[in-house]
């Protein structure tokens, strides 16, 4: 079911979204759940969505203060290591697995918004978005001097999701990471498998539509 959507910003979470780094992630997880005797199973499970931060403070309780903010420094380093290391082999062998790529229909649609038409003091924000707390989706609108009520969150999680929603977003949640159902349950306004279901037009010079390709709401959450 396709529908159209007028929006003055769009505010994107990043990995699961625009981006996959998720077997850099996961492979940096193995080696911190074997140097700290962690259930990988379970962390992998649970931990997508949530900042680095919060899952360390959550799977090694023993972390405070410092040696906490070093963990996370170094857990975030070794991400980027692991994804340099395979993009070198990648670049070897053409094997492109465990690389950080664009995720289905990200680059055609930022491409579309032509998120570099205008600059915008959001774009060089610092933060991520990856918590249910709703001051990142807050501080992304008014950074972009939007009304947050006519901002349109993207989401692969479904933490994200709700904290967007907290924010007074509407938000578009994508089925990159999780099942629909949870985004539906978080409160999602529309779900797509991925953003090659969204499409992005300027009208009249300064109106964006997007195009929401999504799926229909279950009856039940």
Avoid at 121 to 134: E, F, H, K, L
Avoid at 211 to 221: K, M, N, Q, S, Y
Wanted: proline share 5%.
């Amino acid at each position: 079911m396709k529908v159209q959507v007028d929006v003055d910003t769009v505010l994107f979470d990043m990995d699961g979204t625009l981006i996959d780094s998720t077997p850099a992630v996961n492979a940096t997880w193995v080696e911190f759940a074997k140097e700290y005797n962690l259930d990988i199973d379970h962390v992998l499970h649970y931990s997508h969505g949530h900042r680095t931060v919060e899952n360390l403070k959550r799977y090694i309780p023993s972390l405070e203060g410092d040696a906490l903010m070093k963990e996370v420094v170094r857990f975030e380093s070794r991400i980027l290591e692991i994804a340099q290391e395979n993009m070198d082999r990648a670049i070897k062998t053409g094997n492109t697995d465990g690389t950080i790529i664009a995720m289905p229909g990200a680059r055609s649609l930022l491409e579309q918004i032509q998120c570099g038409r205008d600059e915008n003091p959001a774009r060089r924000a610092g933060w991520a978005i990856v918590t249910s707390d709703p001051e990142p989706y807050a501080k992304g609108a008014e950074l972009s001097k939007a009304d947050i009520s006519k901002c349109i969150v993207v989401e692969d999680a479904p933490p994200g999701v709700l904290s967007g929603k907290r924010a007074g977003a509407r938000v578009l949640g994508l089925r990159t990471t999780h099942e629909g159902q949870r985004m539906w349950e978080q409160g999602a306004d529309w779900v797509v498998p991925d953003l090659s279901y969204v499409q992005a037009e300027w009208l009249d010079g300064d109106r964006l539509v997007l195009t929401i390709d999504t799926e229909e709401a279950p009856t039940r959450l």
